[in-house]
């Protein structure tokens, strides 16, 4: 089958991604709206007249030169086991056409899955530091979309802790579905987690914990207020208000239900926030707040466990509690953050990563290179 490529209407790529089961949130016309100091098209593809995959690409210009760096977060969102020769060819012409100077895609394809046993046991072992330490569950998709990458030209941007400016190489994601399609009940899901979760969830219940959402407004404004307390603790850079403004506003006039903030309080305090974004049969818990103070009556518990009940009533098939590290090691201070997520059940998942194809090899270094000396 022969694919083309050429761009297509918000309208016309919202009816698509309507019609499938699971799709990015970074792939769906709203985020285009969310990332608008970038220039974006949303691109289709093809046979004849039926549009058979589509793609949000965010184009990055480059001052003075009139080009642009090519990105697909988490996608696009084609059939990547169907074979990626029918499908990459018209996209990396089009986009050359369009005066790309490179094309970075981030295929939402994992190629090893890890369960939360063998993250458990990784982690008490001193003799193992990553998780690739571990054997894990291989993916033969993901191991032919990162043949064919690397084959035709593709160079890896993957970090070696798993986090960078990009999207996450590393996951932790909860299914909520068994093998035969069939949806877990909550007991099972409250089965699958540590003991220490179960005890976190009951304790926060015990002690009044209430868990309310919301879409916006003054409650948008007390999260980001407890997110800039959190990032101070934390030691990251918060974004600002405007950000989260502008994602509630796009993605909800896009769908009603497509994202909502959850808050957790106790006596009236805040004590964790967290939002939420929903895709088909997709959930993904995508930004976290919490207290300094009153962290014993576990609020951060108690939002995860109302978010995971309702990815269950929503009949989705993943709760994707987004990032982690590879690390395993004790004495590496990210490792709390898999140690957190880890007691929900789950597994980790490596996905293919972020991959380049330089179109224009000369700017494609200088470019890099710029980058490279604007992250150290």
Excluded at 154 to 176: C, K, M, S, V
Excluded at 226 to 241: C, K
Excluded at 355 to 375: E, N, Q, T, V
Aim: aromatic fraction near 10%; charged fraction near 25%; glycine fraction near 8%.
């Amino acid at each position: 089958m022969t694919f083309t490529v050429r761009p297509i209407s918000p309208a016309e790529h919202l009816d698509h991604v309507r019609s499938r089961r699971s799709v990015s949130f970074l792939q769906t016309p709203a985020w285009a709206e969310v990332k608008t100091e970038w220039r974006s098209e949303s691109l289709g593809w093809y046979a004849g007249d039926r549009l058979a995959a589509t793609g949000l690409v965010l184009h990055r210009p480059v001052p003075r030169l009139g080009c642009t760096l090519a990105y697909l977060p988490w996608g696009p969102d084609i059939d990547w086991a169907g074979g990626l020769t029918v499908w990459f060819p018209p996209l990396v012409a089009y986009l050359r056409s369009q005066g790309a100077f490179a094309i970075r895609v981030a295929p939402p394809v994992p190629t090893d899955t890890w369960s939360a046993a063998q993250v458990k046991e990784g982690i008490a072992d001193p003799e193992v530091g990553r998780l690739t330490d571990i054997p894990g569950r291989a993916d033969p998709v993901g191991a032919e979309v990162t043949r064919y990458l690397r084959d035709s030209g593709w160079i890896p941007q993957n970090p070696e802790d798993g986090f960078g400016a990009g999207q996450p190489q590393f996951t932790y994601e909860i299914r909520l579905r068994h093998p035969d399609r069939t949806t877990r009940s909550e007991d099972e899901v409250l089965a699958g987690m540590n003991q220490l979760w179960r005890r976190n969830i009951k304790k926060a219940a015990k002690a009044g914990v209430e868990v309310t959402t919301a879409t916006g407004g003054e409650d948008l404004k007390a999260f980001h207020d407890l997110y800039v307390h959190t990032a101070e603790r934390d030691h990251f850079t918060p974004r600002p208000l405007a950000y989260f403004e502008k994602m509630f506003t796009a993605l909800s006039a896009e769908d009603p239900e497509r994202i909502t903030l959850y808050l957790a309080r106790h006596d009236g305090d805040l004590v964790a926030a967290t939002i939420y974004v929903r895709v088909g049969a997709h959930a993904w818990y995508v930004y976290g707040a919490s207290s300094t103070e009153k962290r014993d009556v576990r609020g951060s518990n108690a939002l995860q466990w109302a978010m995971i009940r309702d990815s269950l009533a929503g009949g989705c098939d993943v709760y994707d509690l987004r990032g982690i590290t590879p690390t395993l090691s004790a004495d590496d201070p990210h490792v709390g953050l898999i140690q957190f997520k880890v007691g929900t059940g789950g597994q980790a998942v490596r996905y293919v990563g972020e991959w380049d194809l330089p179109l224009r090899p000369i700017l494609y270094r200088a470019f890099d290179l710029y980058m490279r000396r604007r992250s150290r």
